[in-house]
């Protein structure tokens, strides 16, 4: 999992719940990285499935929530750091329509030992779009943050459903988004 | 204080993670910055790699010498090559960005531009990878000239491109059209010179058949002296050489000029070829040489063909083959092909032979065995060439095989469809289209006659060769017209009323006593036994020709009893064969062989038109001889006067079974057994009924069938006699002549023929006398 991943999760984790929380969370999940990251740098998803669990146990809250807060913060951070990508489109679906084929491809060309979900998309609907998401890793939520962040930052009114497809694994999920009006 | 240590150390293990961040951070860029390098390392070599093959590609282009034009797909120019500029007479810059159709004609462009979007469109390829394609270019300057275009298409980065490689053919069209136009003014000349050709050989066949004919003439002149006639004949030789040269040259000019048609008619081919076939074989018994001929089972007897041509192919080939064999034999077998209406003809000698090299070019013109051949054997080489040209026109092939020493065999085939039907088919029987004797002397012929039809006959088929024939009907006028003079010679009919031949014969022979001249005599008769003959010749006749007369064998005969001097030259040489209506005699065959007869009158009318007259005048002849017998018992000589009158009418007009019966009954009143002539004439009978019958089937032309449909009229004719007579007391000619025309209409022309020639001669006196003659022939008192 590529390091900015991790040093998203722990600037929100400093900015939640102060830098005591971040230092505790990662003293205490004993990971094999010493939880030393760089935004560049590439690091195992087992570290920050545990860093999650440690922060849902400090703070009572349920881990999906925790992710989907994640999520949803990291949009905010893609936003400001590849505005590249944004360029031209003013619609969240024509935005996430774009992210398996075109962000995805751009990803690889960098980074080409990222792990990627995939992303299927239908959007036979005018003004609807269904989104698909399989990864191996049980990210869902995150997806979902992402989701929820992106339709905030287009100011749209989006009716959005998600629909777990991995029998609460997180692996699978399926999105339908629904242009209001 | 506790908790700021803690504080403290907590911070302290955040800067060293912060720290290890750093160099982590650091390691990974520093690696980053390495494979950057390598990577630009990599891009740089590449580059170069490129940039040659990008220069040598370029370089292609540039220096090519066919004009390359590049497009985009909407034909838009983005390369345009210095040979292309070039051609075009225009530079790169004036025409990169512009459509490629600027280049071209109004025509062509729209074309391309439509050929090129259907490509588009449907991928169906109308001009890219088609080839090379000829179109006409418009230059900078406005010249417009020719060029070949070749269109190809290739995709760079996923944009489709098409590649035109242009060539101007200017001079290669120049250059193309000088040939074209040489090779037109080339055959115009050889056309000029077939021509030519065919027109000398003409102008030279004529005085050709001249100098043939009169040494002919000439030779037939018995006081010539040996040498003379040695001359001549080698005249008469040399001059027929060389009239086979010339047809040759005639027909290779016909054959070059595309003026040689073949005819196609049904001919009997076995007939035909041993016809042939005949007419060579004296040339090769003179060289100790035999023809055979042999016709294999399957070979049809009637084909449609051109027996004139075909007969020139064997002739040609068996005339080789005797001049290149000393001793042995000639074999000509005819067989089928595998082909179905091929028919193979070959001819084998056991010759000289010939060399490889000589079978290679047996068949070119003007070639021939080699130069010594020509002295040894002489000819002009184009015969078997003619030959292979004739022979390839009816679908065949020629060839040769040969050894030198040993002899050769040709072979060849035509293509000759089998005819079922009989009619109208040449060579059906073999004697009747024997070349016909030409009389070299044009005579005046006194003909005595007493049979009409016969009579006829003999006029038309000696007028035919120009002779000038008067026909009287018995003796006593041959008598008279032999003292009024003027005849070169005299057929006699040997039995004629009132005064036979033979006495006739004696005669003149008795009045020429006193002249010292001495006219030639020919008999005619219908005996064939030798008394009959040797009583002629002892009334001094000096030729004797049975009936039915053989025509070809009577001219020759006249030619040769009537001496030097006499007659006229005959500058015909062609026999008029004269009316050949379209009459069907097929209804005539259970009666008559009428082909025989057609082949004896050459005249379909005059022959339907004797028929008519024969039914006329002889359907009651077994009747009459069948009255006399019962009446006169011991007199049996009137019928049999009928009987040999009628024996040598039915035999000319072909109808055999009258002749025959008739000839029966001839013999047997001659030996007196008038009790075995009266059955026949019963037979007699019949056979003329049948025939009458089927004569009367005949369909005949209008002009012909006027003369059927007014059958003998005793009442008419001796009123319309008697006005005649009266008319004629008058003194009248032109009250005579409307009575003879309403006549002609039941009696024949050569019954009214010495009425009139009286009448125009003013001789009225004559005109009464032949008038009344004609009414006694006819039985009619006036």
Same mark, same amino acid.
């Given at each position: 999992?590529?390091?900015?991943?991790?040093?998203?999760?722990?600037?929100?984790?400093?900015?939640?719940?102060?830098?005591?929380? *971040?230092? @505790?969370?990662?003293? &205490? =999940?004993? /990971? %094999?990285?010493?939880?030393?990251?760089?935004? +560049?740098?590439?690091?195992?998803?087992?570290?920050?499935?545990?860093?999650?669990?440690?922060?849902?146990?400090?703070?009572?809250?349920?881990?999906?929530?925790?992710?989907?807060?994640?999520?949803?913060?990291?949009?905010?951070?893609?936003?400001?750091?590849?505005?590249?990508?944004?360029?031209?489109?003013?619609?969240?679906?024509?935005?996430?329509?774009?992210?398996?084929?075109?962000?995805?491809?751009? *990803?690889? @060309?960098?980074?080409? &030992? =990222?792990? /990627? %979900?995939?992303?299927?998309?239908?959007?036979? +609907?005018?003004?609807?779009?269904?989104?698909?998401?399989?990864?191996?890793?049980?990210?869902?939520?995150?997806?979902?943050?992402?989701?929820?962040?992106?339709?905030?930052?287009?100011?749209?009114?989006?009716?959005?459903?998600?629909?777990?497809?991995?029998?609460?694994?997180?692996?699978?999920?399926?999105?339908?988004?629904?242009?209001?009006? | 204080?506790?908790?700021?240590?803690?504080?403290?150390?907590?911070?302290?293990?955040?800067?060293?993670?912060?720290?290890?961040?750093?160099?982590?951070?650091?390691?990974?860029?520093?690696?980053?910055?390495?494979?950057?390098?390598?990577?630009?390392?990599?891009?740089?070599?590449?580059?170069?790699?490129?940039?040659?093959?990008?220069?040598?590609?370029?370089?292609?282009?540039?220096?090519?010498?066919?004009?390359?034009?590049?497009?985009?797909?909407?034909?838009?120019?983005?390369?345009?090559?210095?040979?292309?500029?070039?051609?075009?007479?225009?530079?790169?810059?004036?025409?990169?960005?512009?459509?490629?159709?600027?280049?071209?004609?109004?025509?062509?462009?729209?074309?391309?531009?439509?050929?090129?979007?259907?490509?588009?469109?449907?991928?169906?390829?109308?001009?890219?990878?088609?080839?090379?394609?000829?179109?006409?270019?418009?230059?900078?300057?406005?010249?417009?000239?020719?060029?070949?275009?070749?269109?190809?298409?290739?995709?760079?980065?996923?944009?489709?491109?098409?590649?035109?490689?242009?060539?101007?053919?200017?001079?290669?069209?120049?250059?193309?059209?000088?040939?074209?136009?040489?090779?037109?003014?080339?055959?115009?000349?050889?056309?000029?010179?077939?021509?030519?050709?065919?027109?000398?050989?003409?102008?030279?066949?004529?005085?050709?058949?001249?100098?043939?004919?009169?040494?002919?003439?000439?030779?037939?002149?018995?006081?010539?002296?040996?040498?003379?006639?040695?001359?001549?004949?080698?005249?008469?030789?040399?001059?027929?050489?060389?009239?086979?040269?010339?047809?040759?040259?005639?027909?290779?000019?016909?054959?070059?000029?595309?003026?040689?048609?073949?005819?196609?008619?049904?001919?009997?081919?076995?007939?035909?070829?041993?016809?042939?076939?005949?007419?060579?074989?004296?040339?090769?018994?003179?060289?100790?040489?035999?023809?055979?001929?042999?016709?294999?089972?399957?070979?049809?007897?009637?084909?449609?063909?051109?027996?004139?041509?075909?007969?020139?192919?064997?002739?040609?080939?068996?005339?080789?083959?005797?001049?290149?064999?000393?001793?042995?034999?000639?074999?000509?077998?005819?067989?089928?092909?595998?082909?179905?209406?091929?028919?193979?003809?070959?001819?084998?000698?056991?010759?000289?032979?010939?060399?490889?090299?000589?079978?290679?070019?047996?068949?070119?013109?003007?070639?021939?065995?080699?130069?010594?051949?020509?002295?040894?054997?002489?000819?002009?080489?184009?015969?078997?060439?003619?030959?292979?040209?004739?022979?390839?026109?009816?679908?065949?092939?020629?060839?040769?095989?040969?050894?030198?020493?040993?002899?050769?065999?040709?072979?060849?085939?035509?293509?000759?469809?089998?005819?079922?039907?009989?009619?109208?088919?040449?060579?059906?029987?073999?004697?009747?289209?024997?070349?016909?004797?030409?009389?070299?002397?044009?005579?005046?012929?006194?003909?005595?006659?007493?049979?009409?039809?016969?009579?006829?006959?003999?006029?038309?088929?000696?007028?035919?060769?120009?002779?000038?024939?008067?026909?009287?009907?018995?003796?006593?006028?041959?008598?008279?017209?032999?003292?009024?003079?003027?005849?070169?010679?005299?057929?006699?009919?040997?039995?004629?009323?009132?005064?036979?031949?033979?006495?006739?014969?004696?005669?003149?022979?008795?009045?020429?006593?006193?002249?010292?001249?001495?006219?030639?005599?020919?008999?005619?008769?219908?005996?064939?036994?030798?008394?009959?003959?040797?009583?002629?010749?002892?009334?001094?006749?000096?030729?004797?020709?049975?009936?039915?007369?053989?025509?070809?064998?009577?001219?020759?005969?006249?030619?040769?009893?009537?001496?030097?001097?006499?007659?006229?030259?005959?500058?015909?040489?062609?026999?008029?064969?004269?009316?050949?209506?379209?009459?069907?005699?097929?209804?005539?065959?259970?009666?008559?062989?009428?082909?025989?007869?057609?082949?004896?009158?050459?005249?379909?009318?005059?022959?339907?038109?004797?028929?008519?007259?024969?039914?006329?005048?002889?359907?009651?002849?077994?009747?009459?001889?069948?009255?006399?017998?019962?009446?006169?018992?011991?007199?049996?000589?009137?019928?049999?006067?009928?009987?040999?009158?009628?024996?040598?009418?039915?035999?000319?007009?072909?109808?055999?079974?009258?002749?025959?019966?008739?000839?029966?009954?001839?013999?047997?009143?001659?030996?007196?057994?008038?009790?075995?002539?009266?059955?026949?004439?019963?037979?007699?009978?019949?056979?003329?009924?049948?025939?009458?019958?089927?004569?009367?089937?005949?369909?005949?032309?209008?002009?012909?069938?006027?003369?059927?449909?007014?059958?003998?009229?005793?009442?008419?004719?001796?009123?319309?006699?008697?006005?005649?007579?009266?008319?004629?007391?008058?003194?009248?000619?032109?009250?005579?002549?409307?009575?003879?025309?309403?006549?002609?209409?039941?009696?024949?022309?050569?019954?009214?023929?010495?009425?009139?020639?009286?009448?125009?001669?003013?001789?009225?006196?004559?005109?009464?006398?032949?008038?009344?003659?004609?009414?006694?022939?006819?039985?009619?008192?006036?």
């Amino acid at each position: 999992m590529k390091g900015i991943v991790f040093t998203e999760f722990l600037e929100m984790v400093e900015a939640k719940f102060g830098d005591e929380m *971040v230092d @505790k969370i990662i003293d &205490d =999940a004993a /990971l %094999p990285s010493d939880g030393v990251y760089t935004a +560049i740098g590439t690091y195992d998803h087992q570290e920050l499935l545990s860093l999650v669990a440690l922060l849902s146990e400090y703070t009572q809250l349920p881990i999906p929530q925790l992710v989907e807060k994640f999520g949803h913060q990291l949009f905010g951070q893609f936003l400001a750091g590849y505005p590249g990508f944004f360029s031209g489109i003013n619609s969240a679906l024509d935005f996430l329509a774009n992210v398996e084929n075109y962000i995805h491809v751009e *990803v690889l @060309k960098l980074y080409p &030992d =990222a792990e /990627l %979900p995939t992303f299927e998309y239908d959007r036979s +609907i005018p003004g609807a779009l269904v989104i698909v998401y399989r990864s191996t890793r049980p990210f869902a939520s995150l997806a979902l943050g992402l989701i929820k962040g992106c339709i905030e930052h287009f100011g749209e009114e989006i009716e959005l459903e998600a629909e777990d497809l991995s029998f609460g694994k997180g692996t699978a999920m399926k999105f339908t988004l629904v242009k209001q009006g | 204080m506790e908790k700021l240590q803690q504080e403290i150390e907590r911070l302290r293990r955040r800067l060293e993670r912060e720290k290890a961040a750093r160099k982590q951070a650091e390691n990974l860029a520093e690696e980053k910055t390495r494979q950057l390098y390598k990577t630009n390392n990599e891009l740089t070599l590449l580059s170069t790699d490129l940039e040659a093959a990008v220069s040598k590609a370029v370089g292609v282009i540039t220096n090519a010498a066919e004009g390359v034009i590049i497009t985009d797909e909407n034909g838009i120019i983005t390369t345009f090559n210095p040979a292309a500029e070039k051609i075009f007479a225009t530079t790169a810059a004036q025409v990169e960005g512009l459509n490629i159709s600027r280049l071209m004609t109004g025509e062509d462009a729209r074309n391309h531009d439509r050929h090129i979007q259907k490509y588009l469109n449907t991928g169906e390829k109308r001009a890219v990878d088609q080839g090379v394609r000829e179109l006409t270019a418009r230059r900078g300057d406005g010249r417009l000239i020719p060029i070949e275009l070749t269109i190809s298409e290739m995709h760079v980065q996923d944009r489709r491109m098409f590649i035109g490689m242009v060539r101007d053919i200017t001079e290669a069209k120049k250059a193309k059209e000088e040939l074209r136009r040489a090779k037109e003014q080339a055959e115009v000349a050889n056309q000029a010179k077939s021509n030519f050709l065919a027109n000398m050989s003409h102008e030279i066949r004529t005085p050709m058949n001249a100098i043939i004919g009169f040494t002919e003439v000439v030779l037939q002149d018995r006081t010539l002296s040996t040498q003379t006639v040695q001359h001549i004949r080698t005249i008469h030789n040399a001059a027929k050489g060389l009239l086979g040269i010339i047809n040759n040259i005639l027909d290779v000019s016909k054959l070059e000029s595309g003026k040689f048609i073949l005819e196609s008619v049904c001919f009997h081919l076995p007939n035909m070829m041993t016809d042939t076939l005949r007419t060579v074989r004296q040339q090769a018994a003179e060289k100790g040489l035999v023809i055979d001929f042999v016709c294999a089972a399957n070979v049809p007897l009637r084909v449609q063909g051109d027996p004139t041509r075909l007969r020139q192919v064997v002739l040609n080939l068996v005339g080789n083959a005797i001049k290149f064999t000393e001793q042995g034999r000639i074999t000509v077998l005819a067989d089928m092909e595998n082909r179905a209406d091929m028919i193979h003809v070959s001819v084998s000698d056991s010759g000289i032979g010939m060399t490889p090299e000589q079978v290679a070019k047996i068949f070119e013109p003007f070639s021939q065995a080699d130069a010594s051949t020509i002295r040894r054997f002489g000819g002009t080489g184009l015969g078997t060439s003619i030959c292979k040209q004739i022979v390839e026109l009816m679908d065949g092939n020629i060839w040769v095989e040969s050894k030198l020493g040993t002899g050769s065999t040709f072979h060849f085939t035509a293509r000759l469809p089998a005819k079922q039907d009989s009619t109208d088919c040449l060579y059906e029987e073999a004697e009747s289209i024997v070349e016909g004797y030409i009389s070299p002397r044009l005579f005046k012929i006194l003909l005595a006659e007493d049979v009409e039809t016969n009579a006829t006959l003999t006029m038309l088929r000696l007028n035919q060769q120009g002779h000038d024939v008067e026909w009287v009907k018995d003796g006593r006028e041959a008598l008279a017209a032999f003292q009024r003079g003027g005849y070169d010679a005299i057929l006699m009919d040997v039995m004629m009323p009132n005064l036979d031949g033979c006495e006739a014969t004696r005669k003149i022979r008795a009045l020429e006593k006193e002249t010292g001249k001495r006219i030639p005599i020919l008999a005619l008769t219908a005996s064939i036994t030798n008394e009959d003959h040797q009583n002629c010749y002892q009334a001094d006749m000096d030729s004797v020709q049975a009936k039915p007369i053989d025509f070809d064998a009577l001219l020759a005969a006249m030619e040769y009893i009537i001496p030097a001097g006499a007659g006229k030259p005959n500058t015909h040489h062609k026999i008029e064969i004269g009316n050949t209506a379209d009459i069907d005699f097929s209804v005539l065959s259970p009666v008559a062989d009428y082909p025989k007869a057609l082949s004896t009158w050459r005249n379909a009318s005059a022959y339907a038109k004797a028929l008519l007259s024969f039914v006329r005048e002889h359907s009651n002849d077994a009747q009459e001889i069948e009255r006399l017998l019962t009446a006169y018992p011991e007199q049996p000589g009137p019928a049999r006067t009928l009987a040999h009158t009628l024996k040598g009418t039915a035999g000319n007009l072909a109808l055999q079974q009258i002749a025959g019966l008739a000839a029966e009954i001839d013999t047997a009143l001659k030996i007196s057994l008038p009790d075995k002539a009266l059955p026949l004439s019963q037979n007699l009978n019949d056979s003329l009924n049948e025939a009458a019958a089927a004569i009367g089937k005949l369909r005949l032309p209008a002009s012909l069938e006027a003369e059927k449909t007014k059958t003998f009229d005793a009442e008419a004719i001796g009123g319309l006699l008697e006005q005649l007579s009266s008319a004629m007391e008058e003194l009248n000619p032109d009250a005579v002549e409307p009575i003879l025309a309403l006549l002609a209409d039941y009696l024949s022309a050569s019954d009214l023929a010495p009425i009139s020639k009286s009448v125009e001669a003013f001789d009225f006196d004559e005109a009464q006398t032949r008038t009344l003659a004609l009414a006694e022939k006819l039985d009619l008192t006036l």
